[in-house]
């Protein structure tokens, strides 16, 4: 099969070739004179992305061949990974054909059936930023979204908001939706989709992607513009990035842009379809208030974000629909108003918005135990259990990865262990108290172009003498997206991303650095914030959500694996005693969790 398409990545190989109970995966490099390791990423991330995501690919043996025509021939050597993935094989293509059938005939299995491993379905779990990408480039979310029975079909959820915005559209009404789901569902790929299929200008029926997590908005925005740079290049054309910046930032804004605008005019948008992402991080009246007054001279504002949000939007005469992208245990921040300011903005002041949510909105990790809404206290309200995602499709090796973090920051011990041992195997989890040991696990199991990085929370001060300094930000569009060789990628394991840097966002493999904020002891959580010089108590009950969810932010970050790193401490400094991470690291232990050394 020539030129093999791989829609998650946008690209296409050159060659697949099977022969007896082996797939070659060919990359040509013509008149080049040396395997260079971009090229060697390149064809060992389609090996990858073959055994990851094509049905018929899982469990055979996937060999990546790089032919540089150009170069000196090397040495045959195979060996193969184990999940039957060859290193990668490097010739001129003189010796391609020995090299197959020594290869083949090598591997006594059941030969692989070529038509049926051609019809086999195509499951990719893509990142958020290769989705992205994916729909500016024109695919469907059928062919960048898994398929199979095991994971929520996000086509029926977009199905089902499109269907709620045509009968907005042609019964002149507005609506909401409030689309559910658990971290890593998918509910962000679900907005991007609907964003860019009512991105349509000719017909002015815009829509735009919202979001106030300015680190996400930061990194699509450049990785769709590099994209379409390289893209245009590889056509022999020529595209100024500015000018591709610029087409991106109507499709993906950030939502205190947005804000500003409408604060600038009361005329209604020029979008008729908004999404708001992490919407239940809006702010409430207070931090709104507070926000207006010191930072655009606004005394006296009255509304919450939700609120003026959903007003702004009211400005149209006739039609509009919001979508509310709602993650549960996701707020990290002081004066988030999570979802219950939404319902009694609508409850307040827009009764005539037709209201659509899902069953399972009213769940405590929606609501926190706070009642959203009774039905008959909202005179438009709508419930479709498409409006939930209740499958984490990040962790492509694992879907219960994000149920093992719950139950392991619920203190849940017995749930968390039980999930640990289903997990393990294809979703390595690991602790270790030896850093050193931490990056190399990652370095050891990333392949190809898979990306690692540091992370950790925003409250982890005492990390600092072990050269993770949280304080020191981050450009988030050069820790994502640049390569092995720029010092300030993730790759290179020097800066450390917060949970505000990375939420939303994700790593193939992750090191999770466990500071004394949020330490186990006597059974139980307990929580600290560092002040001054000395560790202190987080008593306000609000904090303490924050710093839980910061860290199930970071828990939940990685496709394929973590290694958590919990210090030993120091009894030399009263600010690292080791009993602020013994407490930790045994309780992991006790899961079960297997050490590195």
Known sequence: MFEYSI???????????????????????????????????????????????????????????????????????????????????????????????????????????????????????????????????????????????????????????????????????????????????????????????????????????????????????????????????????????????????????????????????????????????????????????????????????????????ISVMDRHPDWATIVCLIGGGQEINTGEAGIREWFESIKRSFPHWHVYVSSKLIDHEYTQGVPLYEYGNIEYLDSNDDLHLSVAVRSFRSEKVAAFVKALLDNDKDFATSLYSQIKQDYPIVVTRDLKAAKKWLQDKARGSERYGLVASSGAYRLKPLGINVKAEIDPKNWFLNGKSDVRSAYYLEDVATEFDIQGLELDWTCVAWDGDFRYNDNSWTFKAFRGTAWQDVKDLDARLYLKNAYRVLLTRARQGMVIFVPEGNPSDETRLPEFYDGTYEYLRSIGVDIVK
């Open 7 to 309: 829609p998650r990545m946008g690209k296409r190989v050159d060659c697949i070739a099977i022969s007896g109970a082996v797939i070659f995966a060919i990359e040509f490099k013509v008149g080049a004179t040396f395997y260079e390791k971009h090229a060697i990423d390149q064809v060992v991330d389609y090996a990858l992305d073959l055994k990851n995501f094509h049905e018929q690919s899982h469990h055979e043996a996937i060999v990546p061949v790089l032919i540089c025509t150009a170069a000196l021939d090397e040495a045959l050597t195979v060996e193969f990974y184990e999940d039957k993935i060859a290193q990668p094989v490097l010739t001129n293509g003189s010796s391609l054909a020995v090299t197959i059938r020594k290869i083949a005939g090598e591997i006594f299995s059941t030969p692989i059936d070529g038509d049926i491993w051609v019809n086999s379905i195509y499951k990719p779990t893509p990142t958020i930023i290769e989705a992205a990408q994916a729909l500016y480039r024109g695919h469907s979310v059928e062919e960048i979204s898994r398929s199979d029975a095991g994971a929520i079909n996000l086509s029926r959820t977009a199905k089902a908001i499109s269907s709620i915005i045509d009968e907005s559209k042609s019964k002149k009404w507005k609506s909401i939706c409030f689309l559910t789901g658990v971290p890593g569902a998918g509910k962000t790929l679900a907005g991007l989709n609907l964003a860019n299929a009512w991105h349509n200008a000719e017909e002015s029926e815009h829509a735009v992607f919202l979001s106030g997590n300015g680190p996400l908005v930061e990194v699509m925005r450049e990785a769709l513009a590099r994209n379409e740079v390289a893209a245009a290049k590889d056509a022999g054309l020529k595209q100024k990035k500015s000018a591709t910046l610029s087409k991106a930032k109507a499709f993906i804004q950030n939502i205190h842009h947005f804000r500003d605008d409408a604060l600038a005019n009361a005329l209604a948008p020029i979008e008729r379809v908004v999404v708001f992402d992490e919407a239940q991080r809006a702010w409430d009246q207070k931090q709104t208030a507070a926000f207006m007054k010191t930072k655009k001279g606004k005394p006296g504002f009255l509304l919450s974000e939700p609120e003026f949000l």
